[in-house]
């Protein structure tokens, strides 16, 4: 089957890849020349390394390449090759209306069963069906960056998307090698969403001067066993970035203060200190910078761990209670799509989840915020002494 790519950025890049690595042919457009040029660099990079590690054969590599075309334009007359694709993947600007004007260009090249898949982060996979004449046909297909790497895939089924165009995406990306969980059709869909307090609560302890940033990411390394602090890492991925996802989490819940966003990074980021592509952002970068010293104090740390983690465990266990993805599919997702040392179900079953409930009722008792507000599920979980994970819904 070919499969076809629109984007030739990071994200569509990185798909590509996988699918010809895969056996593919695959037809990857973009309507800016450079993007196309520095995907093809990136490609025959990314074989040299699996050649210099011994994974391929000069063969084997040259292969891979062989079978991805690019394709310059994104218009009707650019895209006709694309009549030739059983699946297209499109991984263009996060721009709701630019997305369906593609999607319906598309309707009228491809094959009447082709599935068009969406790569987006953040878009409401129904209002991207909404534009289409056949709205069964799509669905998300949400990969983790770089896409080569990462090993977790989102499959997001519209209200709209058949059963079998689910099953055909599902099947689609565990053909690829990856690790597949299905989520539901909400604003962050399943890893952003579940995500959020590891940022949102630090950067609220931040704001109240528990800790300093250096203090935190120290904390939630050395003590919570994390890969990386979440200062560091929302440096990393751009403060813009992560801005814009938690404020498209709280907006499209209607303002859930669980994912009120911090006012603190909202200034970072309209002062143009966006992380680590700007130099600056909670940390500063570049030749001759020191790298702040944190507290080290066990009692502090911990008491910033038990309280992130607390959140996280909450989170985790709504997700479970309003139906966005299976307590399995919630485990999968956060150890492989933002590699959290364990499973946060069974994080909170370690922890105790009455443990888990005192220290939100006692957070939200002092505050008087609703951010802290247990999830209905937790307390009748905890009400029958069953455990997170794996347990049936309580009656």
């Keep these: 089957m070919t499969i076809g790519v629109v984007g030739a950025g990071a994200m569509g890049a990185g798909i590509a890849q996988v699918a010809a690595a895969h056996g593919h042919a695959v037809l990857l457009a973009d309507a800016q020349p450079a993007a196309l040029a520095r995907a093809r660099d990136g490609h025959a990079q ?56 593609l999607f ?24 991207l069906a909404g534009g289409c004449a056949h709205r069964d046909r799509v669905v998300g297909l949400h990969f983790f960056n770089p896409a080569p790497v990462m090993p977790l895939v989102e499959v997001i089924p519209a209200i709209t998307t058949s059963a079998e165009v689910t099953a055909a995406a599902r099947a689609l990306a565990a053909s690829w090698g990856k690790v597949v969980v299905q989520a539901a059709d909400t604003p962050g869909f399943l890893v952003n969403r579940v995500a959020r307090p590891f940022y949102g609560e630090s950067l609220r302890l ?33 403060l813009d970035v992560n801005y814009a996802v938690t404020r498209s989490v709280y907006d499209g ?13 909202q200034r970072l980021v309209e002062a143009g200190w966006l992380g680590r592509k700007s130099g600056r952002g909670f940390f500063a970068y570049g030749e001759g910078i020191v790298a702040p010293v944190p507290t080290e104090d066990a009692a502090l740390g911990q008491g910033i761990v038990d309280r992130v983690l607390a959140m996280l465990v909450n989170e985790a266990v709504e997700a479970v ?21 364990r499973g946060l179900l069974a994080w909170g079953d370690a922890i105790g989840g009455a443990t888990v409930l005192a220290r939100l009722d006692a957070l939200q008792a002092e505050t008087g915020d609703p951010r802290y507000r247990p999830s209905v599920r937790l307390r009748q979980l905890v009400r029958a002494g069953a455990l997170l994970r794996g347990a049936p819904s309580p009656a």
């Design 46 to 101: 990314a074989m040299a390394r699996e050649v210099a590690k011994g994974r391929r054969t000069e063969g084997d590599a040259a292969a891979v390449l062989g079978r991805i075309t690019c394709v310059e334009g994104a218009d009707a007359a650019a895209l006709a090759p694309f009549a030739a694709c059983g699946v297209v993947i499109e991984a263009i600007v996060e721009r709701l209306d630019a997305k369906q004007a």
């Design 253 to 265: 819940t209607y303002g859930d203060p669980r994912y009120r966003p911090s006012l603190a990074q």
């Design 206 to 238: 931040l704001e109240e001067g528990v800790a300093d940033a250096a203090t935190i990411d120290w904390a939630l390394k050395t003590l919570g066993g994390f890969r990386m602090g979440p200062f560091e890492l929302m440096d990393f991925i751009g």
């Design 321 to 341: 209670h309003l139906r966005l993805a299976s307590a399995d599919d919630v485990e999968r997702a956060m150890t492989t799509g933002v590699n959290y040392p």
């Design 104 to 127: 319906r260009t598309l309707e009228g090249i491809v094959p009447p069963d082709a599935v068009l898949a969406s790569n987006t982060s953040s878009l409401s996979i129904a209002a």
